[in-house]
């Protein structure tokens, strides 16, 4: 009887170690490939994580501000901030949806431009541009010197122009995965490709030339010039 109890706590133990063991590696590899977020793309960190892009995707496709503008309190995705929704146009003629994230004292932390397509909601931020699948949990970036997609609760593919090919984290690891050719080649770990931080490239590894729409690299920068917006008065909560 009692080696029967013995047994029964054996197994149990094994497996509640196998469990502890997988939440800790698990728990590492996403520590790891935040890490390398961080690394490759700084200027995104404060505000563009992209959970909280596609937070704020969804909750904007579900519901449109008013034409004529408004100010929205604690919008998704940057709930501790205020944001100034307006409209304005380009040099090109073109209406664009001008988002303003203000702090407590209603100084302009960050800016960016929302549009939407049949496919994905778009927010272009600077020369890069996220794009939000409408039918799956799925966030895209391309800017003109690196790129990658991420999907929750954390997995992580990254591009870089180094080797011109596809960087894929995976359980701690980084694997660069040659595009002209089916071999691959794995780095020890993800601190191993901290140092790819300058490169670029394109998730086809043909060069980040052009994005996601097809216009060259140099539309982005163009896109981000400012119109004659209108001031916005009306308050609402998202």
């Known amino acids: 009887m009692a080696w029967g109890m013995y047994l029964v706590f ?48 969804r909750a904007r496709l579900a519901q449109a501000p ?21 409209f304005e146009t ?3 003629g073109r209406e664009r949806e001008v988002w303003r994230i203000l702090d407590e004292a209603n100084r302009e932390v960050t800016r960016f431009f929302f549009d939407s397509d049949a496919k994905d909601g778009m927010v272009r931020v600077g020369e890069g541009k996220f794009r939000v699948a409408r ?22 593919k990254f591009t870089t122009r180094v080797f011109d090919q596809q960087v894929e984290t995976d359980h701690g690891m980084v694997t660069f995965s040659d595009s002209s050719s089916s071999s691959s080649r794995t780095a020890a770990t993800a601190a191993a490709a901290a140092g790819l931080v300058a490169a670029g490239g394109t998730f086809d590894g043909g060069g980040a030339s052009a994005g996601w729409d097809g216009k060259s690299a140099g539309a982005g920068a163009a896109d981000g010039g400012e119109g004659g917006g209108t001031e916005t008065s009306a308050t609402t909560s998202y």
């Open 135 to 156: 039918n799956q949990d799925r966030v895209r970036y391309w800017h003109p010197d690196r790129e990658f997609k991420w999907t929750p609760p954390g997995a992580w």
């Open 10 to 57: 054996g197994v149990v133990a094994f497996f509640a170690f196998i469990i502890w063991y997988a939440i800790r590696d698990n728990r590492r590899n996403m520590a790891k490939q935040e890490a390398y977020f961080a690394s490759m793309f700084p200027d995104l960190v404060a505000f563009f994580h992209p959970k909280n892009v596609l937070e704020f995707v």
């Open 66 to 86: 008013a034409r004529g503008g408004m100010r929205v309190k604690a919008p998704p995705g940057f709930a501790a901030h205020i944001a100034d929704v307006s």
């Open 90 to 92: 380009d040099k090109k």
